[in-house]
């Protein structure tokens, strides 16, 4: 827990330092992108799907497995524990879904 404290805090010192570097950053000219504004771009797309799928893939594991260990252990309860599990895996996929939708704008808008 101590670790996680520190990393936590550690990223919070990071970012905090970065806002002084976006905040001095002069206006481009309108309709003028750089290639290296595509080129994060398109890295912030990948890392956001990416992120998003692993996320995912995580949530969904674990919600499954606890059902599964839910009807294990009272057979009886499977109607009652299968539906809220299925609507919990599609608001877990559309958040996912989400994150590609803004994936591919984030890619195409530049």
Known sequence: MKKVLVVVMLLGVLISLSF??????????????DSGVKQMAALAAGLGIAIAAFGGAIGQGK??????DGIARNPGASGKIVTPMIIGLAMIESLVIYSLVVSLLLFFKL
């Open 63 to 68: 919600g499954v497995a606890s059902a599964l």
């Open 20 to 33: 002084g570097v976006a905040m001095a950053a002069e206006a481009a000219a309108p309709g003028a992108l």
